[in-house]
């Protein structure tokens, strides 16, 4: 996979929140995964590297990079 288009992309999306260590978008339109052509849930932007994530609940991860961040898609089962 191609680095994202990180702008484009979150430009459909919504910012749900903001720290020092990641941007979390949720995606209310139904834009498809650039890795899997799914929809996706949630972007999730690294900001620190490394940086580390606590989930509350079991998701399909897809992961790309954007501007040499790491961005992850979240699938909700």
Do not use: W
């Amino acid at each position: 996979m191609d680095d994202i288009d990180l702008d484009e992309l979150v430009a459909s999306l919504t910012l749900r929140e903001e720290n020092q260590a990641i941007k979390s978008y949720q995606n209310t339109v139904a834009v498809s995964c650039p890795a899997c052509d799914s929809r996706f849930d949630d972007l999730i932007v690294c900001k620190e590297n490394p940086t580390s994530l606590n989930l509350s609940r079991q998701l399909d991860l897809c992961v790309g990079s954007a501007d040499g961040q790491a961005v992850i898609f979240t699938h909700k089962k």
